[in-house]
T-cell receptor, first 113, second 110 residues
Framework: KAGVTQTPRYLIKTRGQQVTLSCSPISGHRSVSWYQQTPGQGLQFLFEYFSETQRNKGNFPGRFSGRQFSNSRSEMNVSTLELGDSALYLC????????????FGPGTRLLVL | QKEVEQNSGPLSVPEGAIASLNCTYSDRGSQSFFWYRQYSGKSPELIMFIYSNGDKEDGRFTAQLNKASQYVSLLIRDSQPSDSATYLCAATGTASKLTFGTGTRLQVTL
């Protein structure tokens, strides 16, 4: 099976812009989770989608949003970018039950100037 | 207090030795535990998962869970230079959110 794919792999944006990141899960997986990784805060949970519905949400401001499509592909959007949003954004897919192993994609590295 | 805690290291072990990585968690509702390996500039890669008390072995890796002590560990036998990476401990509870520790950097020296 193909793994989790994320596009784009690298992005450079300026403050105030918005960005959309895409994640395609492993075939057959219905859940996608998004995480932000920074040197200072480590890996932090953003949100999780299952069958097109947000099932869980982390403690991030409303500038961070996401959605999931009927084919399980997911996108996350960050509006009004801040310098502190520079990070590695990771998505993970899993079949759907809450205790299942999550498999990570390669990540999108976002740099905000 | 962080929910999942790990010693940041670096933990340095000679090639061929056993590396022991430790993790404690504060949420007694945590049910499943995962060890991920992350090489610099790469994404986390699953090494093992465990949800029952005791030991679970997979090749050179053994995960240990003690729910009474809220302690998870990962042993790597016959450590190789290619094992040099950051090892992330993560836990889930009733929700599917993974809560990560800050990771332990392992260095395997020749």
């Amino acid at each position: 099976k193909a793994g989790v794919t994320q596009t784009p792999r690298y992005l450079i944006k300026t403050r105030g812009q918005q960005v959309t990141l895409s994640c395609s899960p492993i075939s057959g997986h219905r859940s996608v989770s998004w995480y932000q990784q920074t040197p200072g805060q480590g890996l932090q949970f953003l949100f999780e989608y299952f069958s097109e519905t947000q099932r869980n949400k982390g403690n991030f401001p409303g500038r961070f949003s996401g959605r999931q499509f009927s084919n399980s592909r997911s996108e996350m959007n960050v509006s009004t970018l801040e310098l502190g949003d520079s990070a590695l954004y990771l998505c993970a897919s899993f079949p759907g039950s809450t205790q299942e192993t999550q498999y990570f994609g390669p990540g999108t590295r976002l740099l905000v100037l | 207090q962080k929910e999942v805690e790990q010693n940041s290291g670096p933990l340095s072990v000679p090639e061929g030795a056993i590396a022991s990585l430790n993790c404690t968690y504060s949420d007694r509702g945590s049910q499943s535990f995962f060890w991920y390996r992350q090489y610099s500039g790469k994404s986390p890669e699953l090494i093992m998962f465990i949800y029952s008390n005791g030991d679970k072995e997979d090749g050179r890796f053994t995960a240990q869970l003690n729910k009474a002590s809220q302690y998870v560990s990962l042993l790597i036998r016959d450590s190789q230079p290619s094992d040099s990476a950051t090892y992330l401990c993560a836990a889930t509870g009733t929700a599917s959110k993974l809560t990560f520790g800050t990771g332990t950097r392992l260095q395997v020296t020749l």
